[in-house]
């Protein structure tokens, strides 16, 4: 399974932007698909994640900003970033999971400042 994230950038606090992540190698819509950041000196963490089935999952932190979509036949994975903050800046990555297979994609970097 090949991840490719794309879609990361400068953007002005409030601002929007959408990441995607294309997938190859696999049968796509298997797939549970999930967005996560990173940023200096901080863990990794979840930002947003959709099942196979549709079912979706924000921590509070971006709940109501940040939106995850998938196209299956384009086996692509989007994450629609609104409202952004300082505090969004981050590496992005986009993750398939499998059963208990992991996959990652390189990150894309966000960075939202004035």
């Known amino acids: 399974v090949q991840l490719q994230a794309s879609g990361g950038g400068l953007v002005q606090p409030g601002g929007s932007l959408r990441l995607s992540c294309a997938a190859s190698g696999t049968r796509f819509s298997v797939h549970h698909m999930g967005w996560y950041r990173q940023a200096p000196g901080k863990q990794r963490e979840l930002v947003a994640f959709?099942?196979?089935?549709?079912?979706?999952n924000y921590p509070d932190s971006v709940k109501g900003r940040f939106s995850i979509s998938k196209n299956n036949a384009k086996k692509t994975v989007y994450l629609q970033m609104n409202s952004l903050k300082p505090e969004d800046t981050a590496v992005y990555y986009c993750?398939?999971?499998?059963?208990?297979?992991?996959?990652w994609g390189q990150g894309t970097l966000v960075t939202v400042s004035s």
């Open positions: 959709i099942t196979s089935g549709g079912m979706l």
């Open positions: 993750k398939a999971v499998l059963g208990s297979a992991e996959f």
